[in-house]
């Protein structure tokens, strides 16, 4: 095989490698302190399809949130709300929370949850330290252990110097896979020239594609 096809054979697979394929489930999992009157979004995800009468692909999302030994708050609450409900909770407007898609009142009792979502949309989970909730509510800082999986969702990604660079190495890449590809062909149609220089009449000018001593156009000794 020639070295130049090994060579774009491995560019090819390096590339093949940069190329991440689309994300169907997240999880996380840390400890966090939210200020009073506050709330801690832990991710934003999409469930790219309606899954009404495919319950086994719906997208999924389940936590366990509980309360560290230091917080001053002894309460909270976590939701899943779609993306336009997360708007009016964070501009104080009227919006409705669905009922099964949080954990009320968690506190002495940790945070549990498994919410499946059927429709198709943009979603957000989130901590809550305000008053939203169903129970009392006295402002205090908060401070708790989270762990959370997704199922069957796209997660997007931020941003970072990481990615750009990846791409910046992919265009080059991809680049070097072209001048690859031309310098074969350049190659290859220089071959073709040798090969009919070699073969055509340097009387006539017309190529033969018999390798006798004389040319049959003209009859002049090669």
Known sequence: ???????????LVLMAALIPAPAAAESGDGAVTISADGHLVLLNFTVTENHWDDPANAGNVRWLVYLDDASAQDSFDVFVMTAD???????????????GWGSDYAGAVPAYNLVYLFE?????????????????YAPAELKVHYEYDAQNVEVPKETRWDLFIALMVLIALIGAVFLLLLNMWVKHRLNRVDEERRKRCSNCGKVSISDGEYCPYCGKER
């Open 1 to 11: 095989m020639p070295k130049s096809a090994v060579l774009l054979l491995a560019l």
């Open 85 to 99: 409900t997360y708007q009016e909770y964070i501009s104080g407007g009227t919006y409705q929370l669905v009922i």
């Open 120 to 136: 198709e949309g943009d979603y957000v989970l989130l901590i809550d330290n305000t008053d939203v909730g169903m129970g009392p």
